[in-house]
């Protein structure tokens, strides 16, 4: 998955982001998180916006964690609403 955004990252210029945590249940063990976390740290300050669709619970927690690791814009989406994410990181 790195190299795919290394790739789309190469295309243009502070692109939107969607993260669609519909289905994340956690990490099964710590080092997937931390690989995840070089991702995010890597990558802090590439996109414009970034759109985060969810539920509730996570989003809470994962809020706390990325305002710490990025400068991006970022907006919260229900799960129902992926299409209005979708817009709204394009958009920016």
Same mark, same amino acid.
């Given at each position: 998955?790195?190299?795919?955004?290394?790739?789309?990252?190469?295309?243009?210029?502070?692109?939107?982001?969607?993260?669609?945590?519909t289905s994340f249940? &956690?990490? !099964?063990?710590?080092?997937?998180?931390?690989? #995840?976390?070089?991702?995010?740290? %890597?990558? +802090?300050? @590439?996109?414009?916006?970034?759109?985060?669709?969810?539920?509730?619970?996570?989003?809470?927690?994962?809020?706390?964690?990325?305002?710490?690791?990025? &400068?991006? !814009?970022?907006?919260?989406?229900?799960?129902? #609403?992926?299409?209005?994410?979708? %817009?709204? +990181?394009? @958009?920016?």
């Amino acid at each position: 998955m790195h190299a795919l955004l290394h790739e789309r990252l190469g295309t243009t210029d502070n692109p939107g982001l969607v993260l669609d945590l519909t289905s994340f249940e &956690g990490y !099964e063990e710590p080092s997937a998180m931390l690989e #995840d976390l070089k991702v995010d740290t %890597a990558h +802090a300050n @590439d996109f414009g916006r970034i759109a985060v669709v969810g539920e509730r619970r996570w989003m809470e927690w994962g809020a706390r964690v990325v305002n710490l690791l990025t &400068g991006s !814009e970022m907006q919260w989406f229900e799960s129902s #609403d992926t299409e209005s994410a979708i %817009a709204w +990181a394009r @958009d920016g």
